[in-house]
């Protein structure tokens, strides 16, 4: 049986998302429900909410998603879905929403790796051949990987503590600015002024690939304390660039150096914070100078979503792998 459309389903964390995806490289549809409104009284995603969530929605974004590629379940040829990392509670949806699919259509099924699906979702756009550098910066993750071929990524370093995007979005409420805060950091940075503060640079110095944004975050922390003021709009921008610069800085020093260690000239950014527009300008300059290139999924396909999915399970279902119906989530990993 050839393997033409593909349908993806995510649910690893508060997106709940289907796509249907032709020949793992077009997007029929993409469709992504998000939870931020569910989670922002909080200020942070709380599990059980998200799986409840994720349960509600799942069959109505599934149809929607065919809807919109005008396709019957008939002519879906396979199905991909994210076995983890992610909140097990949420996982455990959409994967058992796919078995059951899969099942009922009698067709393929495979799980896929959340982390290795974002740094394909650049395959929906351009083509490029293996081996890349892969800087995969979200709201969960900040690691980077030496990506050879599906299933062959070896990863290089990690964040020691929080993830950028978690970062930003733990900053983003220390300045008050509401949840998830980094989109709104990004806007506001642009009135701000990089210099105005100087916040540490953990781990340039360091002989490995490791973050950490932890300290980053109280160092803001405690400048916003010792303001002993209400902040001003223009001390927010200020306190925004100047911090939303010292993790691009360190995020680009750190991807420099494993494109150097590896002898690698290609580079893909992706996961939530790619849409930095700072990061992709930074990083766009700094790859003109020195010759490499560097690849940004666009915007939609940087946030979670179902489409980077089954671009990734078309290959696994093409390499003939198949799951079997006793496949399990797992929380954590690379
Ligand atoms: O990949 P993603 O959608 O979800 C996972 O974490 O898997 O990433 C979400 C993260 C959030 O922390 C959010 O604040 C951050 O990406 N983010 C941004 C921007 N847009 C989203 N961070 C900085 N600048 C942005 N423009
Ligand atoms: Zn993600």
Known sequence: MSLHVVLGIETSCDETSCALVLNGRE???????????????????????????????????????????????????????????????????????????????????????????????????RSLP?????????????????VRGVGDTPILGTTRDDAAGEAFDKVAKILGLGYPGGRKIDELSQMGNPAAHSFPRPFLEEENFDFSFSGLKTAVLNRVNRLEHALTDQEISDLSASFQEAVVETLLQRSLKALEKKQVQRLVVAGGVAANSRLRSVFETAGCERGIEVFFPSLKLCTDNAAMVATLGHQVLSFGRRDSWDLGAFASGR
């Open 27 to 125: 997007i029929l549809s993409n469709i992504v429900a998000s939870q931020d409104a569910v989670h922002a009284p909080y200020g942070g995603i709380v599990p059980e909410l998200a799986s409840r969530s994720h349960i509600e929605k799942i069959h109505s974004i599934v149809e929607e998603a065919l809807k919109k590629a005008n396709l019957s379940l008939r002519e879906v040829d396979g199905i991909a879905v994210t076995s983890g990392p992610g909140l097990m509670g949420s996982l455990i949806v959409g994967l058992s929403y796919a078995k059951a699919l899969a099942y009922a259509l009698n067709i393929p099924f495979c799980g896929v790796n959340h982390l290795e699906a974002h740094l394909h979702a650049i395959f929906l756009e």
């Open 130 to 146: 293996y081996p890349f550098i892969g800087l995969l910066v979200s709201g969960g993750h900040t690691s980077l990987y030496d």
